[in-house]
């Protein structure tokens, strides 16, 4: 059965670094998205993306992240300057299509962000 | 904020039926009751959605009052693999497709 992965499964990094998180949606999925999760909370939607642009984005995915597919199969979220805040599990996810009869997001097993 | 409320926590033993509910009492005519779950430190999983009609797949069902302000997911023979936090979460067809997570019930599957 076809899924999303993920790459790497932890990265821990300085505050200030840069970081690139990797995902591999499904391969006939046409929308992607990303997700974060801060231990004991609750998942956030950071952005969403089709046809190689933002189709939307919360108030988090501020002007130190930046999303893009590179190539036909990587998707990736990269974080410019990383603060300690952003110390989460970032999920990505993918779906076929984009209709509330059939949005079935298939997610990623997630990448665990460690900012020191 | 989450448009559903849901219990924080509820156990079930293993081999019966474990039965979720939902209150979403302010749904819409065109909104959509979906399903997910997250099994600790996995990206979420869908399980089921519906819009009026009971539905059911290979994983659950899922039960819609007629007024549709309620919904219970049914797992009907819970296993130890089915304890996780399960999400109510509902989305209309003219929405900007975010999914809006609240907290979820832990569902808790006991030997």
């Known amino acids: 059965e076809p899924e999303v992965t993920q790459t790497p499964s932890h990265q821990v990094t300085q505050m200030g670094q840069e970081v690139i998180l990797r995902c591999v949606p499904i391969?006939?999925?046409?929308?992607f998205y990303w997700y974060r999760q801060i231990l004991g909370q609750k998942v956030e939607f950071l952005v969403s993306?089709?046809?190689?642009?933002?189709?939307?984005k919360s108030e988090i995915f501020d002007d130190q992240f930046s999303v893009e597919r590179p190539d036909g199969s990587n998707f990736t979220l990269k974080i410019r300057s990383t603060k300690l805040e952003d110390s989460a599990m970032y999920f990505c996810?993918?779906?076929?299509?984009?209709?509330?009869?059939?949005?079935?997001?298939?997610f990623g097993p997630g990448t665990r962000l460690t900012v020191t | 904020d989450a448009k559903t409320t849901q219990p924080t926590s509820m156990d079930c033993a293993e081999g019966r039926a474990a039965n979720l509910p939902c209150n979403h009492s302010?749904?819409?005519?065109?909104?959509?009751v979906y399903w997910y779950r997250q099994i600790h430190s996995q990206g979420p999983q869908y399980i089921i959605h519906?819009?009026?009609?009971?539905e059911t797949n290979e994983m659950a069902s899922l039960i819609i009052t007629e007024d549709r302000k309620s919904s219970t997911l049914i797992l009907p023979h819970a296993t130890l693999r089915d304890t996780a936090v399960y999400y109510c979460?509902?989305?209309?067809?003219?929405?900007?497709?975010?999914?809006?997570w609240g907290a979820g019930t832990k569902l808790i599957i006991k030997p």
């Open positions: 996810a993918s779906t076929k299509r984009r209709t509330a009869y059939s949005y079935e997001q298939y």
């Open positions: 391969s006939n999925h046409l929308y």
């Open positions: 993306f089709y046809n190689n642009e933002i189709s939307e």
């Open positions: 302010t749904i819409s005519g065109n909104e959509y």
């Open positions: 519906g819009l009026k009609n009971n």
């Open positions: 979460i509902v989305m209309a067809m003219d929405s900007n497709y975010q999914l809006i």
